[in-house]
C-alpha cells in the first residue's frame, strides 16, 4: 500500500518562495508517475505539475509555468515542488498523488492510484 506524506506548507509573503516535499513508501517508487494538485477553499481540485517515472518528463499548469518546478529522487523516493514568485491565488492545499504504470502527460485527479493528505500553503499580499 502506497503511503504519500507531505511537508513544506506554510505561510508567505507574495513574491517569496516555498518548497514542497512529498515522501513515497510502500511500493516501488519509480513505477510511478508523481504529481502535485492543489485545492483552495471553496474551489474543486486542481492539477498543478507532474513528471514522469523516470523525471524526464514534466508537466505544468498554465498558472504556474515559469514558476514552479517539480523534480524527483528517485533514490530517496521524493518528489518536489519549488514555488517562486508566489502569488495569493496560489493559496491552497497542496496534495502529492501517484499513478503507478503510466507514461502519458495527462493528469485528473479521478485518474490518481493514491493521494496524501496535504500540505497548506497560504501566501499573504
Known amino acids: 500500500q502506497v503511503q504519500l506524506v507531505e511537508s513544506g506548507g506554510r505561510l508567505v509573503q507574495a513574491g517569496g518562495s516555498l518548497r514542497l516535499s512529498c515522501a513515497f513508501s510502500g511500493r516501488t517508487f519509480n513505477t510511478y508517475s508523481m504529481a502535485w494538485f492543489r485545492q483552495a477553499h471553496g474551489k474543486e481540485r486542481e492539477f498543478v505539475s507532474a513528471i514522469s517515472w523516470s523525471g524526464g518528463s514534466t508537466y505544468y499548469a498554465d498558472s504556474v509555468k515559469g514558476r514552479f518546478t517539480i523534480s524527483r529522487d528517485n533514490a530517496k523516493n521524493t518528489v518536489n515542488l519549488q514555488m517562486n514568485s508566489l502569488k495569493p491565488e496560489d493559496t491552497a492545499v497542496y496534495y502529492c498523488?501517484?499513478?503507478?504504470?503510466?507514461?502519458?502527460?495527462?493528469?485528473?485527479?479521478?485518474?490518481?492510484?493514491?493521494w496524501g493528505k496535504g500540505t497548506l500553503v497560504t501566501v499573504s499580499s
Open positions: 498523488a501517484a499513478r503507478r504504470y503510466y507514461s502519458g502527460g495527462v493528469f485528473f485527479a479521478n485518474n490518481m492510484d493514491d
